[in-house]
Nanobody
Framework: KVQLEESGGGSVEAGGSLRLSCAVS????????LGWFRQAPGRDREGVAV???????SYKDSVKGRFTVSQDNAKNTLYLQMNSLEVEDTAMYYC????????????????????WGQGTQVTVSS
């Protein structure tokens, strides 16, 4: 059974930093995508930062240069380092996974990812 469990959310002032973690279990395969998505109240869920098994990363334009997605294969963990946080980054952040995909396509959510975590809340105050 595939399980994704996020942690690391919280409240921070604008300009601060947070690191989100996603513990991945039961997910195997040579071709895959892992990534972070977010949903703010009243808005659609959107792709934030993803990577694929070829090492390709893709980011939402507004987070480029501020957020970094990475994975630790030994720990089966996906990370999202978020720096210079802005009030507009406030949202529920979700970890997601799928197989046989590319980062550039995965981030668009043209196809709903096969697996989702429960989410972790990030709140940025001014």
């Amino acid at each position: 059974k595939v399980q994704l469990e996020e942690s690391g959310g919280g409240s921070v002032e604008a300009g601060g930093s947070l690191r989100l973690s996603c513990a991945v279990s039961g997910f195997t395969g040579d071709s895959y995508c892992l990534g972070w998505f977010r949903q703010a109240p009243g808005r659609d869920r959107e792709g934030v930062a993803v990577l694929d098994s070829n090492g390709i990363t893709s980011y939402k334009d507004s987070v480029k240069g501020r957020f970094t997605v990475s994975q630790d294969n030994a720990k089966n963990t996906l990370y999202l380092q978020m720096n210079s946080l802005e009030v507009e980054d406030t949202a529920m952040y979700y970890c997601a996974a799928d197989r046989y995909c590319s980062a550039d396509y995965f981030i668009t959510m043209a196809i709903d990812p096969g697996y989702w975590g429960q989410g972790t809340q990030v709140t940025v105050s001014s």
